[in-house]
């Protein structure tokens, strides 16, 4: 069965540290890949997205994810992360022509000011 | 657009009753979803529908039912709660994506966070 692991569970920097959040799909045909973030008491937002072409894709807020076919892999970044980038952070794959998504476990980020 | 809609925000329920969590979304999508969110876990699919009258199960099904009579409207149905639906409960729509691809993103409401003692 395709699943999406997430291998940090939590991760606290300081600000204008840089971000990298880890994913790992299991699937060997062809998907689409996502980044969800959810603010404190918030619902998920899109933060950014990879259907195909370039596989570096910029989303908002100064995000951005690069998919690595042969490692099975899309992790997110930031170069600087500020406080209010405190928030969940959930990876998801969508496979073949399937209508759902899979999602990952998710990552807690913690930005102390 | 309001987007995703989802009523109650809160409920608590003692075990056994019954409840109906509200979803409606305004963006004239044709696939909706059920979602639940537990601690640590992720995001786990309980139900989608492709189409008004179309719905098939996901992941974790069992204890819930639901209903497309329209596009709009996704309505989750929980007929005997238990403990272990206590849960953020998130719907979701989505556009089915253009011919040809497999691209699209689903949209989230802010979701329904029921305990059920």
């Known amino acids: 069965a395709q699943s999406v692991s997430q291998h940090n569970h939590h991760v606290i920097l300081s600000e204008a540290a840089s971000l990298e959040l880890g994913c790992n799909y299991s699937?060997?045909?062809?998907?689409?890949l996502f980044w969800y973030v959810q603010y404190p008491g918030q619902h998920l937002q899109l933060l950014l997205k990879?259907?195909?072409?370039?596989?570096l894709v910029k989303g908002i807020k100064g995000f951005e994810a690069e998919f690595i076919k042969s490692k099975f892999s899309f992790n997110l970044r930031k170069p600087s992360v500020q406080w209010s980038d405190t928030a969940e952070y959930f990876c998801?794959?969508?496979?073949?022509?399937?209508?759902?998504?899979?999602f990952g476990s998710g990552t807690r980020l913690l930005v102390r000011p | 657009n309001a987007g995703v809609t989802q009523t109650p925000k809160f409920r608590i329920l003692k075990i056994g009753q019954s409840m109906t969590l509200q979803c409606t979304q305004d963006?004239?999508?044709?696939?909706m979803y059920w979602y639940r969110q537990d601690p640590g876990m992720g995001l786990k699919l309980i139900y989608y529908?492709?189409?008004?009258?179309?719905?098939d199960k996901g992941e974790v099904p069992n204890g819930y039912n639901v209903s497309r009579s329209t596009t709009e409207d996704f309505p989750l149905r929980l007929e005997l709660a238990a403990p272990s639906q206590t849960s953020v409960y998130f719907c979701?729509?989505?556009?089915?994506?253009?011919?040809?691809?497999?691209?699209?993103?689903?949209?989230f409401g802010p979701g329904t966070r029921l305990t059920v003692t």
């Open positions: 979701a729509s989505s556009y089915p994506g253009l011919a040809g691809t497999l691209g699209y993103e689903q949209y």
């Open positions: 699937y060997g045909g062809t998907v689409n």
């Open positions: 990879y259907f195909s072409g370039d596989p």
């Open positions: 998801a794959v969508k496979v073949d022509s399937s209508y759902k998504l899979i």
């Open positions: 963006m004239n999508h044709n696939y």
């Open positions: 529908s492709v189409g008004a009258g179309i719905t």
